[in-house]
């Protein structure tokens, strides 16, 4: 099955149902199943920034199950619509209005008990068999 590295807080806010879009500079065609792992990577802000939540931020571990819908083109259009989604949790893609990249759109989300393994860049690989 596809994963697909994170920094924590957002693989957790992912896993929690609380963030639908993940950010990059470039763009997949692929859709379907993806493991969402949460790197050993730390944004120390955005921790900061969530902390309010009070969740667990395990890393160096797979951590949910999605489904990848779409890849959008992250354009005024699409700042719009995440600034009305959630203007907190979207706030630095909504800001930076110079960035140029896309969002996949994450959706049917499922916590799943945490699978130590060590992250990769892009999309990689994992022999998934539901643990």
Not at 7 to 14: S, V
Request: proline share 3%.
């Amino acid at each position: 099955m596809k994963v697909i590295t994170i920094k924590q807080p957002f693989a957790t806010l992912i896993a929690e149902g609380i963030k639908e879009y993940e950010f990059r500079t470039w763009k997949t065609k692929y859709r379907g199943e993806l493991l969402i792992h949460a790197g050993k990577g730390i944004d120390q802000k955005a921790m900061k920034k969530f902390e309010h939540y009070h969740f667990d931020y395990p890393s160096g571990c797979i951590i949910a199950k999605v489904n990848l819908s779409d890849c959008i083109k992250i354009d005024d259009k699409a700042r719009k619509m995440l600034e009305e989604k959630d203007s907190t949790v979207y706030s630095s893609i909504i800001k930076h209005t110079d960035w140029d990249g896309y969002g996949f759109k994450l959706d049917h989300i499922t916590k799943i008990k945490p699978i130590p393994v060590s992250g990769k860049l892009s999309l990689w690989d994992y022999d998934y068999k539901g643990e």
